[in-house]
DNA sequence: AGTGCGACCCGAACGC
DNA sequence: TGCGTTCGGGTCGCAC
């Protein structure tokens, strides 16, 4: 499940690979995947280039001669470079074929991903990237910009986490880690949060993303980056997926529970 | 406006 | 063994 570690790893990767090639043709397998106009997205895509890659939360933004390219890549996406001539496999659902006969797929068991190809003026406009929250490095995310957002929601801590309006890139594995590390409980209602809570949050999610970052992301079931480099965020994972274990701090077992229909991972000892 | 929930998917895990 | 059922998870859209 890429969030914005795994999609940060993505756009590097990807960006090492495939700027400036021109793209000889796109193949679209699962048409549902492409939420612009089909023919459009084939005829401005063909011939074109990728320029740059950029990353808005979890959005992959691939800049285009005069459109972008914005893709999520939800639970299970993924991006691979292959040579064209190896078979195509089940789940490819979209594929980018280079002039120099090299591949870019779009693999996503699931089917849960979108691409979306606008005019790149409409960028700022779009409502996926429009109503995206303060990234987790920007400087505007701050404890007063937190403790006003919390204060509207009475949801548990843990589900507006998940709120990419509020920090945006934030996804299940790394709310459970910032949640640890931050020493607060995940069933607290936001709006109960003091500001020592909040500028907790601020430390603990810049600590934490910074350090994903670093590793390459988290491996959890399925995802690789495109060169298939694995992430190994995995080893420095506190609570997540560590139902029964032992607390690396305190020694209290690890307790697994469900908020808002998701997986929470807590402490139950370091998260009062 | 905030909240809750089904829909979208399909492989894995589970039940019988 | 083999079949059917349940579950998960990010986001959107709709109902309240």
Known sequence: MP???EVETVRNTLKKQI????IKKVNIRYAKMIESD????????EGNEFLDIKRRGKWLIFELHDHYL??????EGKFYLKNEELSLEKHEHIIFTFDDNTDLRYHD???????NLIKKEDLENTEAIKKQGEEPFSKNLTAIYLKEKFSKKKLPIKTVLLDQTIISGLGNIYANEVLFAAKINPLKKACDLSNQECQ?????????IESAIKMGGTTIKSY???LGVTGRFQQKLMVHKRENEPCKVCNEKIVNIKIGG???????????
């Open 3 to 5: 969030e914005i570690a």
């Open 19 to 22: 700027l400036n090639k021109k």
């Open 38 to 45: 089909l023919k459009d997205f084939v005829s401005i895509l």
């Open 70 to 75: 914005l893709t999520h890549l939800r639970m």
């Open 109 to 115: 068991t699931r089917k849960f991903g979108r691409m």
């Open 200 to 208: 907790n949050i601020v430390l603990a999610t810049n600590e934490i």
């Open 224 to 226: 690789t980056s495109s």
């Open 262 to 272: 998701r997986s929470t991972y807590y402490c139950p000892f370091c998260q009062k």
